[in-house]
């Protein structure tokens, strides 16, 4: 006999847009294995295929615009999603693609990784591709997640040297993009024995410490962070919440990685973990 449900329940769904990684560490890889490791049902676009392991990127092919959209209207016309979370875009036109079909469907919570440098700290978008962030994709946004060196060059001020710094770069950042809320990662600050990111929402600053591991400029951060994030929205959770159970959840999955060894280059991120 066959079980039919008197109701139906519609999971919360997130779709991650951005590149592939062949190794599994970062991009919708990540996306995808965050997404299923905090209860969420994960759809994907990708922006650009990799050819990729830890030791860095061989070759990359960028998809066509017109491809990348189809995917996303794929998606959004058939199941929908509760938020959207980008990472690797790469090209002004596709940031502007994106964004208006993130207006287009404008219901959904809007989470943007910024992914503007290599682990190196050296840009690999070009000023067309700044801007168009800041000035098309970032207004819409519930929460933008770059990195030190990512907000540094958004905001044109030169890398923050100390914790003081991150407040008048968030304010900045929070002014230009003018963004509902932003997440500066202090990961790349290395001369402390904890790793501080502060969260600022037009008002009101929250610092979120945890203490530094032992490994060095690991795979997959921005991308785990992000989806984390985009995650606890798509629950239902407040901006503030969203954040900190996010930042729990990638402080556990990078200490659950340390007795790994995959690979010959940077460290991976554990997703799956208690």
């Keep these: 006999m066959l079980f039919h449900p008197t109701t139906t329940f519609i999971p919360p769904r997130v779709l991650a847009i951005g590149g592939s990684d062949s190794g599994g560490s970062a991009g919708i890889q990540a996306d995808l294995k965050t997404l299923t490791a905090r209860g969420v049902y994960g759809t994907s676009a990708l922006t650009i295929i990799t050819a990729q392991n830890t030791m860095g990127v061989q070759q990359s092919f960028p998809l066509p615009i017109p491809f990348i959209q189809q995917q996303i209207r794929a998606v959004l016309d058939d199941i929908g999603t509760s938020a959207i979370k980008t990472g690797l875009l790469g090209r002004a036109d596709v940031v502007q693609m994106v964004a208006d079909e993130a207006q287009r469907n404008g219901q959904a919570m809007l989470v943007v990784d910024p992914v503007l440098v290599n682990g190196e700290g050296h840009l690999i978008v070009s000023a067309e591709t700044v801007g168009a962030y800041l000035e098309i994709l970032f207004p819409q946004a519930t929460i933008v997640t770059p990195n030190l060196d990512e ?66 400029n690991p795979h997959g951060v921005g991308c785990t962070y992000a989806s984390a994030i985009a995650a606890e929205l798509a629950r239902g959770f407040s901006i503030k919440s969203a954040v900190q159970t996010a930042h729990a959840y990638l402080h556990r999955a990078l200490s659950g990685a340390l007795n790994w060894q995959l690979g010959q280059g940077r460290s991976p991120v554990r997703h799956f973990v208690e």
């Design 151 to 216: 907000a540094s060059r958004l905001v044109g001020m030169p890398p923050a040297t100390c914790l003081d710094d991150f407040y008048g770069l968030a304010r900045k950042l929070h002014a230009l993009g003018r963004s509902k809320a932003v997440l500066i990662k202090g990961g790349h600050l290395n001369d402390t024995d904890h790793v501080v990111d502060l969260l600022f929402d037009g008002q009101s600053f929250t610092e979120l410490s945890a203490p530094r591991l032992p490994v060095e």
